[in-house]
């Protein structure tokens, strides 16, 4: 008993520690850190703001509602690139070689990563939403603030094992073009930047499929919006792509290790 719990108070200093370096390695990358602060903020300046008041549903405004796809999208962008791009360049540069000779266990490696896209992920809410509140005149209950970014941080697990998924199968010089392969197309079929009803039948055909298209109604249901289906079947679809990711994420990485340490 003595040992275990020696050994647990060990790791809660290096999980500080390693947080703490893992966020100041992506706070020090302007390209990550500006644009995930940003570039949400961005597309509602472009897109939101100039049809902000404008009703869409009969108690929503388009403004509201943009609100709620780009807090999927900002948090989101950050679990997948956080973790496609840097588990891809750390193995480029032989970081996981490095860290297997050192005495932490994987466990903390990979809490630190998942902490650290949370707290960022936190950070574009923090920016995203007062400029709705100023810029796009959006005016929501102190409650539905909660249940938006509540929601939003839950539901983006299952795209941080997307993300490991991405960084494990991908080289470091593809893993950009991968990730804007398959997060960029995706979100615009889901609906996040225009609403579904107005996209082509075909890709309105393709959304439902699209594991960024239940992220979104957890959004779009925070804030109002009528959504397909119930927001219990929107988590239940999340957890098992969750799962699904998780197991692809784990064969990748049981495959690099057998690459190079076996």
């Known amino acids: 008993m003595a040992v275990t719990t020696v050994h647990r108070a060990s790791l ?5 520690l390693q947080t703490w370096a893992e966020f100041l390695k992506l706070w020090r990358v302007p390209a990550f850190s500006v644009t995930s602060l940003f570039l949400p903020v961005m597309f509602y300046a472009f897109i939101g703001i100039g049809q902000s008041s ?43 070689v490095l860290m297997r000779a050192t005495p932490m266990p994987p466990l903390v490696y990979l809490l630190s990563k998942c902490i650290t896209a949370l707290f960022f992920a936190a950070l574009t809410l923090a920016v995203l939403f007062p400029f709705a509140y100023i810029a796009g005149g959006v005016r929501l209950d102190a409650s539905v603030w909660v249940t938006l970014a509540s929601r939003v941080l839950l ?13 494990y199968l991908s080289g470091p010089n593809s893993a950009v073009a991968v990730i804007n392969l398959i ?5 615009f ?8 009803q107005l996209l082509p039948s075909f890709i309105q055909s393709i959304a439902p499929y699209l ?28 957890a098992a792509y969750g799962v699904f990711f998780f197991l692809v994420a784990l064969w990748a990485y049981r495959r690099e290790e ?4 076996s």
């Open 12 to 16: 809660a200093p290096m999980l500080r």
């Open 54 to 96: 404008q009703k869409i549903f009969p108690h929503v405004t388009f403004g509201a509602y943009f609100l709620g796809s780009m807090a999927v999208y900002a948090v989101a962008n950050v679990m997948i690139f956080s973790f496609g791009i840097s588990v891809a360049t750390e193995r480029g540069m032989k970081m996981d």
């Open 258 to 261: 057998s690459r190079k340490f």
């Open 155 to 167: 539901g983006s697990i299952p795209f941080i094992a997307l993300g490991f998924a991405i960084g």
């Open 211 to 238: 594991p960024l298209h239940f992220f979104g109604q957890l959004g779009w249901d925070a804030v109002g919006a009528p959504t397909d289906g119930s927001v219990t079947t929107d988590w239940l679809y999340l």
């Open 189 to 196: 079929a889901s609906g996040l930047f225009f609403p579904k």
């Open 183 to 187: 997060y960029l197309p995706t979100a």
